[in-house]
C-alpha cells in the first residue's frame, strides 16, 4: 500500500470531519465538530511553523484526499524536550488495510531521522486494541501508564528510543 504524508492544508478540514466527526473512529477519542475541524487544520499549520511537524494527512497513492492524519507533536506539558508524541485515526472505510502502520512507520522514520527525537511516545487507551498493535508493529513498547486530567483512566504509554530505532533501522546511509 502505497501511503503519502502530507501537511494539512486548510480545504482538509471537511474530509477530516469524517474521521473526527464519527463517533466509532472517536470511540477513543473526543468527537470534533466542523468548527473543531477547522480549528484543528489551523492548529496543525501553527505547529510546522513552530517546530516543523504536526498532524500530517494520510492520502492513499497518487489521490490526495485525505482518509485520516498521522500526527508528530513536540511541545506538550507531559514531553521532554527531545520526545515526540505519535498518533493516528484513519476515516472507518480504510480500517484493517495497514494503512495506519505504514503511516506511523513513515512518522517514526521522520520524528527520528529528521526531526532529531530522541524518544517517540504515544499514549494509548488500553481498550484500543488496534492502536496498540499499531505501536508494536512499528517498533514501540508498553512502559507505563499516563494519567490525563480530563480522563478518569490511564492511558497506556508506549515508547520508543532513538536507540532502539537505529537497532531496528539499521545505520545511515
Same mark, same amino acid.
Given at each position: 500500500?502505497? !501511503?503519502? &504524508? $502530507?501537511? &494539512?492544508?486548510?480545504?482538509?478540514?471537511?474530509?477530516?470531519?469524517?474521521?473526527?466527526?464519527?463517533?466509532?473512529?472517536? $470511540?477513543?477519542?473526543?468527537? =470534533?465538530?466542523?468548527?473543531?475541524?477547522? %480549528?484543528? !487544520? %489551523?492548529?496543525? =499549520? *501553527?505547529? @510546522?511553523?513552530?517546530?516543523? &511537524?504536526?498532524? @500530517?494527512? +494520510?492520502?492513499?497513492?497518487?489521490?490526495?484526499?485525505?482518509?485520516?492524519?498521522?500526527?508528530?507533536?513536540?511541545?506538550?506539558?507531559?514531553?521532554?524536550?527531545?520526545?515526540?508524541? +505519535?498518533?493516528? $485515526?484513519?476515516?472507518? =472505510?480504510?480500517?484493517?488495510?495497514?494503512?495506519?502502520?505504514?503511516?506511523?512507520?513513515?512518522?517514526?522514520?521522520?520524528?527520528?531521522?529528521?526531526?532529531?527525537?530522541? #524518544?517517540?511516545? %504515544?499514549? +494509548? *487507551?488500553?481498550?484500543?486494541?488496534?492502536?496498540? #498493535?499499531? %505501536?508494536? $508493529?512499528?517498533?514501540?513498547?508498553?512502559?507505563?501508564? +499516563?494519567?490525563?486530567?480530563? @480522563?478518569? @483512566?490511564?492511558?497506556?504509554?508506549?515508547?520508543?528510543?532513538?536507540?532502539?530505532?537505529?537497532?531496528?533501522?539499521?545505520?545511515?546511509?
Amino acid at each position: 500500500v502505497h !501511503v503519502v &504524508l $502530507r501537511e &494539512l492544508e486548510p480545504a482538509d478540514a471537511v474530509d477530516l470531519e469524517a474521521v473526527l466527526g464519527d463517533p466509532e473512529v472517536m $470511540r477513543y477519542g473526543f468527537l =470534533r465538530t466542523p468548527q473543531e475541524c477547522a %480549528a484543528f !487544520v %489551523a492548529e496543525a =499549520r *501553527d505547529m @510546522y511553523a513552530e517546530y516543523g &511537524l504536526g498532524p @500530517y494527512a +494520510i492520502c492513499v497513492g497518487d489521490d490526495p484526499a485525505l482518509v485520516g492524519y498521522c500526527a508528530l507533536r513536540r511541545g506538550l506539558d507531559w514531553q521532554a524536550e527531545d520526545e515526540v508524541e +505519535i498518533g493516528y $485515526r484513519l476515516v472507518r =472505510r480504510m480500517w484493517g488495510k495497514g494503512l495506519a502502520t505504514v503511516a506511523a512507520t513513515q512518522a517514526r522514520d521522520l520524528a527520528f531521522g529528521v526531526h532529531g527525537a530522541g #524518544r517517540l511516545l %504515544a499514549a +494509548i *487507551d488500553p481498550n484500543n486494541t488496534a492502536s496498540i #498493535r499499531v %505501536a508494536e $508493529r512499528i517498533g514501540m513498547r508498553h512502559d507505563g501508564e +499516563i494519567m490525563f486530567p480530563e @480522563y478518569d @483512566y490511564p492511558d497506556l504509554r508506549f515508547t520508543m528510543s532513538l536507540d532502539d530505532w537505529r537497532s531496528l533501522t539499521g545505520p545511515p546511509g
